[in-house]
């Protein structure tokens, strides 16, 4: 028996924690192979009458070996849809995306600033059981879909357990338990994973050329991330029925060149390649320039296969989706900037500090976390304290009948009214292109962790309307361990409150001494390091730079005149050269932030001798003033790139005339203007403005 088999066979034994897939999607060898392991004969695994939709995969309970719950049985005892999950505009959200770790084993430049991002402390995390319960709380309520996210969620220690106490809300109403990774140690976990309940996959690849996922990711991996991949296909072989998907985001001149061998991996495997619009984030240094259009890739994708079909959507897919006809896997867009999705959003998010978040382009968040620490005395709730609360509960619950959920959510009232007074804040629609790229939103890698120094504002700072006031009762029925626990001390008002936790009056503090300049590049212990200005606001910036060739003799400065140089047009070659520095300064200077420049000009001026330079061979020579000028919309100013450009242009002109005058003197180096940023406008001998 091949491992992939005996994985698929532990899955399906009595009792275990399983991923039920449809029996007409196993193989008949795997259903032989999974029957021989648990004992059975081939037939106990039947055909369902009527086989669903991938989007209604019946789940097995963990806890009953009893008959698969059928379609007809779920739509009988369907309930009504939790108010707490709908919003304004009769969206129900019945997907919850949950992020474990802020940790990452990548640096995905679309994603992750390229200096990192701050570790929160552990205890500003959401713990296990803080994640176990809220999943309950919200499967409870309706929510179908759990997926897991990140960071990268296989780098938490204990991602497999947790993943088994989410995945026994199987046999409570959750159907799906996903996983989004960047694929780079999933192969290790995969197999326990599917135990667990692992349905889905997405797999976040840009790239299928070794070295441009090490330029793009920053790190080496690629060979892992084709590991896991086979990995998947292997075990889909047997019959494990993941859904896997790849996400591609396509970044102009980066990887759109790689489109069409992305669609070409569909031809062979089953398998949705989805390409994302390059959508902005804190940090991810957006421009509209870099996006590639979803209209761009599928003319594109039509030109080499003018046979591609639309294929048939899920009402709440996020996923355009199309198949090459022969093909056995689709390929998908998801276009987030374009073409929204919004009319149809389904999704919430919780972030790695326990910040639920409504809209990924949102910035409004509220803490979740506070309130169900609130029966904790404000402490992260560890294994012993979720113990203790349990035991608490049971007592309590003495001589009532028991509960059919299977864990205590504390402050499930506070809870559930804080969640509904979010959902029903969300807007119809995020900000569209021209407002979204200058939106303050978390870096994509933070959108579930949290970020330290430049937070967005705190939880208890954000306001909502007094329309979205939660009301005094419920509107769905609650199970009776779900309010067992006596409400929390903890309350809204102090969460959306805008004065200090802390009241008692504190002793006037003397007058604190100006700040003595220090250099922002090094840290205190004198290590050069690169400045964070993710916190920044991104402004129109332009810098000009200044400096002078100077020739010794009077040979050199008619030649250039009249474009009889032997090396050719030293003032054009000068000026192209300076443009092509500017745009490179980051390659140059070590600690310079990669800008996207939207100017670049470099003017070169001849001038003779009179008055030239100091001494007699200036005035004689005369030489070539060289005046740079550069512009960007970003967080930090291009000074440098100013600079750059006017050294390399003087530069130029000095290799185009070495061989007329060997006396030359670059000189007078320096910036005279500079615009935009905090400190305004600043003018040589003038100062700021």
Do not use: W, Y
């Given at each position: 028996m091949t491992a992939?088999?005996?994985?698929?066979?532990?899955?399906?034994?009595?009792?275990?924690?399983?991923?039920?897939?449809?029996?007409?999607?196993?193989?008949?060898?795997?259903?032989?192979?999974?029957?021989?392991?648990?004992g059975n004969k081939a037939e106990t695994i039947q055909p369902e009458p009527v086989a669903p939709s991938e989007h209604e995969a019946p789940l097995q309970s963990p806890r009953d070996d009893g008959p698969i719950t059928s379609r007809k049985d779920r739509l009988r005892d369907a309930r009504p849809f939790s108010d707490f999950l709908t919003d304004t505009f009769h969206r129900q959200h019945d997907y919850l995306r949950i992020s474990v770790t802020e940790r990452c084993n990548l640096r995905c430049v679309y994603c992750m600033p390229e200096e990192g991002v701050p570790l929160s402390p552990t205890r500003e995390l959401l713990t296990t059981p803080e994640i176990v319960l809220l999943s309950s709380l919200f499967v409870s309520q309706g929510v179908t879909k759990i997926r897991l996210t990140g960071g990268e969620p296989t780098v938490r220690r204990d991602i497999v357990p947790l993943m088994q106490q989410i995945g026994a809300l199987r046999a409570h109403g959750l159907r799906e338990l996903c996983l989004t990774t960047n694929g780079l140690s999933l192969h290790r976990k995969l197999e326990a994973m599917v135990e667990a309940g692992l349905t889905g996959v997405n797999l976040s690849l840009d790239t299928l050329d070794p070295w441009q996922f090490q330029l793009m990711t920053r790190r080496a991996g690629f060979a892992a991330v084709q590991k896991t991949i086979g990995r998947i296909f292997e075990l889909n072989r047997a019959g494990a029925g993941i859904k896997f998907k790849i996400n591609c985001v396509v970044m102009r001149g980066l990887n759109d060149r790689e489109i069409l061998p992305f669609v070409e991996l569909t031809r062979e495997k089953d398998v949705e390649v989805r390409f994302i619009e390059y959508m902005p984030f804190d940090g991810n240094k957006w421009s509209k320039g870099k996006m590639f259009s979803y209209q761009e890739m599928l003319e594109l994708i039509r030109a080499q296969h003018p046979g591609l079909q639309r294929a048939q959507d899920h009402k709440n897919d996020t996923s355009k989706t199309f198949q090459v006809p022969g093909f056995a896997g689709r390929v998908g867009f998801i276009t987030s900037m374009t073409h929204n999705f919004c009319g149809t959003c389904n999704r919430l998010r919780i972030t790695g500090d326990g910040n639920l978040k409504v809209c990924l382009f949102?910035?409004?968040?509220?803490?979740?976390?506070?309130?169900?620490?609130?029966?904790?005395?404000?402490?992260?709730?560890?294994?012993?304290?979720?113990?203790?609360?349990?035991?608490?509960?049971?007592?309590?619950?003495?001589?009532?009948?028991?509960?059919a959920e299977p864990l205590v959510v504390p402050n499930s009232e506070e809870l559930l009214n804080l969640i509904r007074m979010a959902v029903k804040g969300k807007k119809e629609k995020h900000a569209g292109i021209g407002e979204l790229e200058h939106m303050k939103n978390r870096p994509m890698i933070l959108i579930d962790p949290s970020s330290a120094p430049r937070r967005l504002p705190r939880p208890h700072q954000v306001r909502f309307s007094p329309n979205w006031l939660p009301s005094s009762r419920f509107t769905a029925p609650l199970p009776s361990l779900m309010t067992a626990l006596p409400s929390a001390t903890t309350h809204h008002a102090r969460l959306f409150s805008t004065t200090p936790r802390r009241h008692h009056r504190q002793p006037p503090s003397p007058p604190k001494p100006p700040p003595q300049p220090k250099l922002t590049h090094v840290t205190p212990t004198g290590a050069a390091h690169m400045v964070s200005?993710?916190?920044?606001?991104?402004?129109?910036?332009?810098?000009?730079?200044?400096?002078?060739?100077?020739?010794?003799?009077?040979?050199?400065?008619?030649?250039?005149?009249?474009?009889?140089?032997?090396?050719?047009?030293?003032?054009?070659?000068?000026?192209?050269?300076?443009?092509?520095?500017a745009k490179r300064t980051p390659d140059l200077v070590p600690l310079c932030h990669p800008l996207m420049l939207t100017h670049a000009e470099v003017e070169l001026e001849l001038v003779d001798g009179q008055g030239q330079g100091e001494g007699e061979e200036g005035k004689v020579g005369g030489g070539v003033e060289i005046t740079a000028t550069v512009s960007c919309d970003g967080k930090t100013g291009v000074e440098m790139e100013a600079l750059t450009a006017a050294s390399v242009a003087a530069l130029t002109v000095y290799d185009m005339c070495k061989a007329v005058d060997k006396g030359m003197v670059v000189a007078g180096l320096r910036v005279v203007l500079k615009e935009g940023g905090k400190s305004g406008r600043w003018v040589e001998g003038g100062g700021s403005e």
């Open positions: 992939a088999a005996r994985c698929v066979a532990r899955c399906l034994r009595p009792g275990a924690l399983q991923v039920v897939v449809p029996s007409n999607r196993i193989p008949s060898q795997v259903r032989r192979v999974a029957s021989a392991a648990t949102g910035n409004a968040e509220v803490s979740l976390r506070d309130v169900i620490r609130g029966v904790n005395n404000g402490e992260p709730i560890d294994e012993a304290a979720f113990e203790s609360l349990q035991q608490a509960a049971v007592e309590k619950l003495q001589g009532l009948s028991p509960s200005i993710s916190a920044k606001t991104p402004t129109r910036r332009t810098a000009t730079a200044k400096c002078t060739v100077r020739f010794s003799n009077r040979t050199a400065l008619p030649l250039i005149r009249d474009n009889q140089m032997q090396k050719g047009d030293v003032l054009g070659v000068a000026r192209i050269a300076g443009i092509m520095a």
